[in-house]
């Protein structure tokens, strides 16, 4: 599928929301391999799993063919 920014901002939005600004995520395409990198950090396990999880759905939501 082409790159729709519009569709992929509002992806990694929700992944921001959902840290509720208590850690930070790095969202991007890997340069070697054919997939999505997400990594992220935090305080909190749970918050920063759970924006993670949220992530990858909003993002795989956006990607599939």
């Excluded at 992929?8 to 939005?13: G, L």
């Excluded at 395409?29 to 992220?40: D, I, K």
């Excluded at 950090?41 to 992530?55: F, H, L, M, N, S």
């Amino acid at each position: 599928r082409y790159f729709d920014r519009q569709h992929h901002v509002r992806a990694i939005d929700a992944v921001l929301a959902a840290m509720a600004g208590q850690g930070r995520i790095l969202i991007r395409y890997s340069g070697t391999e054919p997939l999505l990198r997400v990594m992220a950090e935090g305080d909190d396990q749970k918050t920063v799993a759970a924006a993670v999880d949220r992530g990858i759905s909003a993002i795989a939501a956006v990607v599939r063919v």
